[in-house]
């Protein structure tokens, strides 16, 4: 019965649906092992502080050992009436090795207890996520090495633009990768602190070493402010702007590359393990996973609204409110875990047909800044440059004809200046080698990015 939490001075039970709408064991549960080992360290520091005695520990050691081997067994039994993973741990505690199990909550509270618990959860997926961070970029940079002189379209306005190779454009989301693996490096810096020791929100009048704590469970420093260390939730609000931010670069991906196996681009093809069928279509074959991957970006940013509203008007200093943080939080983690597992396993499954990236770059005059950027180099103000140059790709555009397909001596028409020497300039392999500049699509440049990227990822 429930009423034992918090004994005596209840008079009457819980109602059935107030008992449903309060419990978190249904969710929480997932949390047991850092509670466990949050209890642990606890029980550890209490023994060595001379707070319970050595054969407390003990028990307290044995018994915790059993419960988890029971959870892993699928053996426990969760009590909708106990609640939250908490006490439901801590019932059958005293339930397997008795007195000793009632001494644990010395000293604690559940406030800085559920506080440790996340955050010592969150920082093993944040390693979890981390590594799979490094994987994602690895599939796309290996894709990339080979690929540092096919030429594709670049865009702006989702208008041919200028030539650029197809790693190169691959990089550009090993960047934003590479910089959201380093904003979760960032976020686990101020996940990794212990709130353990703040017990209710005022601290505890029992000699505690939060230190040890903190050593014992591998945090880098304690919460310096009881209050702030119950109540605190914004390492969860910064974790989940850190996995919006990185599920819209997955989904920029991911749309780009539904776009490029659309029979529009024919870009790439997927390996049809990564492609659905059609039940009434027979000839189709979607790219469902990246839609899916594109789709699920908004699941994870509105987690990050839910938590930021449900932050927002809390007083001082723990509220049930709080408890609503998880399902969000564990949302986003299976959806960032899932997501970036899958992205880099179809990118490592990505067929790339050269041929019709190239044809479409020939076709928008993607090098018609080159063009331009020729006459200046024979002298001409840039802004005569692009004038003459516009006036070619019109007359070009007339003929149906690309810039390269008009002959030289109408080309001079255009500008005098203009000689046999421009025929490279108009090519795409030239324009794209010619961009040399720290950064650029040259292929020296983006093979250099590549060795970077690959010394910075390790094997
Ligand atoms: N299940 C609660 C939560 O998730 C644990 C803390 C409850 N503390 C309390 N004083 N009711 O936040």
Redesign the pocket.
């Known amino acids: 019965n429930k009423a034992q939490a918090w004994s005596a001075l209840f008079s009457e039970p819980m109602s059935e649906l107030v008992q449903r709408y309060t419990a ?1 064991v249904g969710f ?1 549960q997932r949390l047991w092992r850092a509670d466990i080992d949050g209890s642990l360290a606890h029980a550890d520091m209490l023994a060595a502080q001379g707070i319970i005695g050595a054969q407390d520990l003990g028990d307290i050691q044995r018994g915790l050992a059993q419960i988890a081997g029971e959870i892993e067994s699928g053996a426990f039994t969760w009590k909708l009436e106990l ?2 993973v ?1 006490l439901n741990i801590e019932a059958r505690l005293t339930e397997l090795v008795g007195p000793a199990g009632k001494r644990l909550h010395t000293g604690r ?3 800085d ?2 506080a440790t618990d996340v955050r010592l959860w969150l920082r093993g997926e944040i390693d979890g996520l981390a590594g799979l961070l490094t994987g994602m970029q690895r599939a796309l940079v290996s894709l990339a090495a080979q690929h540092t002189t096919t030429v594709m379209p670049g865009f702006t306005h989702l208008q041919v633009a200028q030539p650029v190779s197809f790693a190169h454009h691959l990089l550009a989301y090993v960047e934003m990768f590479a910089r959201d693996a380093d904003r979760l490096a960032d976020v686990r810096k101020r996940v990794n602190v212990l709130p353990l020791g703040a017990a ?1 929100l005022a601290g505890t009048s029992y000699p505690l070493d939060r230190e040890r704590v903190a050593r014992t469970l591998g945090f880098d420093g304690v919460c310096q402010n009881s209050l702030d260390a119950v109540s605190d939730r914004d390492f969860a609000l910064e974790f989940a702007a850190w996995a919006s931010i990185c599920m819209v670069h997955v989904s920029r991906l991911a749309e780009e590359i539904v776009l490029w196996m659309s029979q529009n681009f024919g870009f790439i093809d997927l390996a049809d393990r990564y492609c659905t069928g059609s039940s009434i279509m027979p000839q189709k074959r979607n790219p469902d996973v990246a839609e899916l991957a594109r789709g699920k970006s908004g699941r994870v940013v509105g987690h990050l609204m839910g938590l930021l509203t449900l932050m927002k008007g809390q007083p001082m200093t ?1 509220n ?1 409110d ?2 609503e943080d ?1 399902e969000p939080l564990f949302d986003t983690v299976d959806t960032l875990r899932d997501t970036l597992r899958i992205m880099a396993e179809m990118a490592g499954g990505i067929v790339v047909k050269a041929d019709a990236m190239e044809r479409a770059a020939m076709r928008g005059y993607a090098t018609a800044t080159d063009l331009a950027d020729y006459l200046v180099k024979k002298g001409l103000p840039f802004r005569d440059a692009h004038e003459a140059v516009a006036h070619a790709v019109k007359v070009a555009i007339q003929r149906g004809v690309d810039l390269a397909e008009l002959p030289l001596a109408d080309l001079q028409t255009f500008n005098p200046a203009i000689e046999a020497d421009v025929a490279e300039v108009l090519t795409l392999q030239g324009s794209m080698g010619a961009r040399r500049v720290l950064g650029g699509t040259a292929p020296e440049q983006v093979r250099a990015q590549v060795e970077r990227h690959r010394a910075r990822l390790g094997g």
Request: proline fraction near 0%; aromatic fraction near 6%; avoid cysteine.
């Open positions: 978190s929480d609640e939250d908490h509270s559940r406030n207890q559920v209710a723990y049930k709080n408890q998880k």
